[in-house]
């Protein structure tokens, strides 16, 4: 069953359009990522599925109530965390909670679960007069998470939710994802970590409004590009990329560690081009694999092909 479907979706910003004829639809328990650079328009985005921004065309089903003319139904169904932690750093914790919980109309013994709750999965119980200016990034970003879902919604938005929180803090924030999927909630989700992308069951990506590709990890892998990608453990790097961009067979290089990606193009043959390319510029080439592509080239390669 689907939890949100997304028909059309435009916003426009005087003649600017942030978000343009964007369609998807996602599954019930589904974890969904939503990727794009920076500007791309997936704030704008979240922010029309929210039911706080409206469309300037088009139409989203959230949990069956349309963006466009049930907005506020919309709200009450959901659960949102913006890009700058929706919390009051001036408040303390419980207050924060209280704030969220009156908001969403909770009361009596239900709240008082729901905080107990919320306080668990943040590590803050027994922690309720701490000013929240004074957390540490990961609990902070844990006790946003809480308060923005608990009024236990079916569908919760979280914009950027891991950006500058350190790695271990971002993989327990994983769990906590995982952990309300497996209750059957819908977990929409932006990042620009790819290797979080990694943990969606579908991912969606933007460039300038437009929506340019779509599926698993693994179909995305496959379907889109579809040259061999070579991975090249050489003797001076940079030089080599520069080198390797100016050839006609070579779509996209990108530096992975401390190797080269090398995304080709249909006047690729095969491996030896490369390999006489390095020796008649001294470059010591150490190895050369081809290679199934990351996430990371697969955008790459999007990208780039968008710009040309
Ligand atoms: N209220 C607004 N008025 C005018 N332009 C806007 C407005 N809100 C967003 N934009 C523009 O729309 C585009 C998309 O912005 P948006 O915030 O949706 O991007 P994003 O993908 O969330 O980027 P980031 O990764 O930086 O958060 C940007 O060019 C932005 O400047
Ligand atoms: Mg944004």
Redesign the pocket.
């Known amino acids: 069953m689907n939890s949100i479907v997304v028909k059309n979706l435009t916003?426009k910003?005087?003649s600017?359009t942030?978000?343009d004829e964007v369609s998807f639809e996602v599954k019930r328990g589904e974890i969904f990522g939503f990727l794009?650079?920076?500007?791309?328009?997936?704030?704008?985005?979240?922010?029309m599925l929210c039911g706080i921004l409206e469309p300037t065309s088009g139409d989203a089903l959230v949990g069956g109530f349309s963006v466009a003319k049930e907005p506020d139904k919309v709200k009450q169904n959901i659960g949102y965390m913006s890009?700058r932690f929706s919390l009051y750093n001036d408040l303390t914790v419980e207050e924060n909670i209280d704030f969220f919980g009156g908001i969403y109309g909770l009361e009596g013994n239900l709240f008082e679960e729901r905080k107990k709750w919320v306080l668990h999965i943040a590590n803050l119980e027994g922690k309720e007069k701490l000013l929240t200016s004074s957390l540490p990034g990961g609990i902070k970003q844990r006790l946003a998470l809480g308060t923005a879902v608990i009024h236990k919604p079916q569908i919760v938005f979280l914009?950027?939710p891991t950006s500058g929180v350190d790695p271990i803090s971002r993989r327990n924030f994983w769990d906590l994802i995982n952990s309300l999927s497996a209750e059957n909630i819908t977990v929409l989700v932006?990042t620009?970590y790819l290797e979080e992308a990694e943990y969606c069951n579908n991912i969606i990506l933007?460039d300038a409004?437009k929506l340019i590709a779509e599926g698993s990890s693994k179909q995305l892998k496959t379907n889109y590009i579809k040259v061999p990608i070579f991975e090249i453990e050489c003797s001076n790097v940079v030089e080599a990329m520069e080198l390797l961009e100016k050839q006609d067979f070579v779509g996209e290089t990108s530096i992975f560690g401390n190797n080269i990606h090398v995304i080709t193009n249909e006047k690729f043959k095969d491996e030896s081009q490369i390999h006489n390319l390095c020796k008649s510029s001294s470059i010591n080439v150490k190895r050369i694999n081809k290679i199934i592509p990351t996430l990371e080239d697969v955008f790459i390669h999007l990208l780039e092909k968008g710009k040309k």
């Not at 794009?36 to 922010?47: C, L, M």
């Open positions: 916003k910003f005087g600017f942030a978000v794009g650079a920076n500007g791309a328009g997936k704030s704008t985005t979240i922010k890009q914009d950027e932006t620009h933007i409004g």
